[in-house]
């Protein structure tokens, strides 16, 4: 369909502002919880809520942590990974409050 | 489980698997019934007779590699060792009802613990679902929402985690 200059114009916008979006989520450091039924069975919504906090305190805003469903690695449960982009992906197992501290300042020092 | 809350979490889990844009929660009391348990309800795609029929299996998923399949087992048992038990109710393309109960005065019914860091983390990160907090004793009854929809105008996420941590304490302990 024909589309005037004005509404090209529109849509390049739109599709600049997706694209930035895009790269923004590349480059986010992404921590990756294991909250299915062993991981929660485990302690992960504890290791989770430390993991959170500290991003939250040090207002790391390239960090996500993000909680995944699936069961990974489940006797090796609470499981954390860490996928940066073009690195390979990290996986910490047994992970307890002490660890998942430790975990968050690595990640909070490598996104600054 | 160590905690009822953390049970809770790992259905409302299973919930946004199956594309639930809204879950109610009810968390109720009765001293007079010696009863504690929850209820959880989705509008996610709901599951088969047959996927129903099995659902409560030990290692029955429907998730392929990415389940265990023990989370509703996993329910099953543990409140059937505290004197209760687990009930699904579901219905393909109109969701999944699960309840769960225990006897309260049984040593084997693990503690409610914190609700509120439940009800935090999973509306954490997911701006669209929609979750009603429900809280029933034997004299009281208060409900809170996040998320559009309803008659009311809905809570913030953060109001919502905080009022389910105060209703929870005020049907368990009476304060």
Known sequence: MAKSTAELQEMREQMAGQMSLRVEDKNAIRVVVGMGTCGIAAGARDIMRVIVDEVGAHNATHVKVIMDGNNKDAENAPVVEIHVLGKDTVTYTKVDAAKAKQIAAEVIGEAK | ?175
């Open chain 2, 1 to 175: 489980m160590r905690e009822i809350s953390e049970s809770i979490l790992d259905i409302l889990m299973n919930s946004e698997r199956a594309g639930a844009r809204k879950t109610e929660l009810e968390l109720f009391f009765s001293e007079r019934e010696d009863i504690i348990g929850f209820e959880v309800r989705d509008d996610g795609r709901g599951m088969s007779r047959e996927t129903l029929r099995h659902a409560a299996d030990p290692f029955f998923s429907t998730g392929g590699e990415r389940g265990a399949g023990l989370g509703l087992s996993l329910l099953k048992s543990e409140a059937e060792q505290a004197g209760g038990g687990m009930k699904i109710e579901s219905r393909e393309g109109c969701g999944t009802r699960v309840r769960a109960w225990y006897r309260a005065s049984s040593l084997d019914t693990p503690p409610v613990g914190d609700i509120g860091l439940t009800a935090e983390l999973f509306l954490s990160g997911r701006p669209g679902m929609e979750l009603v907090f429900r809280c029933r004793s034997d004299t009281l009854c208060r409900e809170c929402r996040t998320g559009a929809g309803g008659g009311e105008a809905p809570d913030s996420p953060q109001t919502v985690c905080q009022r389910v941590r105060e209703m929870a304490a005020e049907i368990i302990h009476g304060k």
